[in-house]
């Protein structure tokens, strides 16, 4: 073999190694016959990068290989992500490859989210592409209109600011500098008013800290009464109080229907009657011993016969009486 042809197999040795490198850097395999290339279509790729991941549910399964613009008049100013899948899972065209950022600070990657209604997607295919929004891209959505009412209500607030200026002027500081000096004379009159109610305070101080402690005994002799009570058989002087209660209304019944000295006493007409009548006799007998005792007490030192009662007339009753 003459030395031309070995070099000839060396250097095409040496140029397929550096091919198949350069590849391998990118994250094609020459030597992996299920690597499938798909493209995809941005109008912004929000910081893809070359050699970017490409997930499906999460799982790594290939790489971003190459970023172009679209030569397309029509498609102009758009970029075109070719990207390869060394895994054999399959999805249909109708597939979405989003771009989306892991972290704030990380760069952005791609998921691809699976869909298998309708054609199965083969190598070469064009897939639909979107753009998820990053936080600092979702604030700055959210911010916009924050910013835009900010900035009108600061455009009413110099307007507001102006007619405020227009209104104070020369008199009306005056009179606002009156109103001050008003408001301060009056609140030192108000902190007088509250050193004397702090002497008035401190003046009672010992008053009231001897009615909190008459107030505290007066609890405590309340609550040594409430233990007492507590103590109490409370249930049984009750029960005695209802069988006493119960004994005279039984007594009063029987009186009531004449039962017992009391009761005939009460209900019997005719002993009312007797003893009506015995008392008017007492009471003429005690009448009579008053105007006539002569007939029924006699004494005599010398032993004299008492003299026959004769009834005397009503005149000379009158007579004596006088």
Do not use: C
């Not at 070995?6 to 350069?22: D, L, R, S």
């Not at 990053?134 to 455009?155: H, N, Y």
């Not at 600011?161 to 500098?177: E, H």
């Amino acid at each position: 073999m003459s030395k031309e042809l070995k070099t000839g197999i060396v250097a095409i040795v040496i140029i397929f190694i550096f091919i198949w490198g350069y590849n391998f850097l990118k994250g094609q395999n020459l030597f992996d016959g299920n690597t499938r290339y798909f493209k995809v279509e941005y109008t912004n790729i929000g910081g893809l990068t070359e050699s970017s991941s490409v997930t499906i549910n999460g799982l790594k399964v290939g790489k971003v290989i190459d970023i172009a613009f679209n030569k397309s008049e029509d498609k102009k100013g758009q970029l075109v992500v070719n990207f390869a899948i060394e895994k054999d899972f399959e999805f249909s065209k109708k597939s979405v490859v989003k771009i989306y950022s892991p972290s704030p600070l990380g760069g952005s990657n791609l998921a691809i989210i699976p869909n298998y209604e309708g054609e199965m997607a083969i190598s070469g295919d064009y897939l639909k592409g979107q753009i998820e929004s990053s936080l600092f891209t979702s604030i700055g959505e959210r911010l916009d209109p924050i910013q835009a009412k900010l900035e009108t209500v600061m455009v009413r607030a110099d307007s507001l600011f102006k007619n405020v200026n227009n209104i104070l002027d020369t008199n009306t500081q005056n009179s606002l500098k009156n109103s001050v000096s008003s408001l301060e004379a009056t609140l030192n009159e108000v902190n007088k008013m509250m050193s004397s109610v702090n002497g008035v305070i401190d003046a009672t101080s010992s008053d009231l800290k001897a009615s909190v402690k008459n107030t505290k005994t007066i609890t405590e002799n309340f609550a040594k009464v409430s233990d007492t009570l507590a103590n109490a058989d409370i249930g049984r002087i009750v029960k005695k109080a209802e069988h006493t209660l119960t004994s005279v209304n039984t007594i009063l019944e029987g009186i009531n229907s004449g039962k017992g000295t009391i009761g005939k006493l009460i209900t019997d007409e005719a002993m009312y009657t007797n003893l009506e009548n015995a008392s008017k006799e007492l009471e003429e007998l005690l009448r009579e011993m008053k105007l006539n005792p002569k007939r029924f007490v006699h004494f005599s030192l010398f032993g004299k016969k008492a003299k026959p009662y004769t009834p005397k007339k009503d005149t000379e009753l009158e007579e004596e009486n006088n």
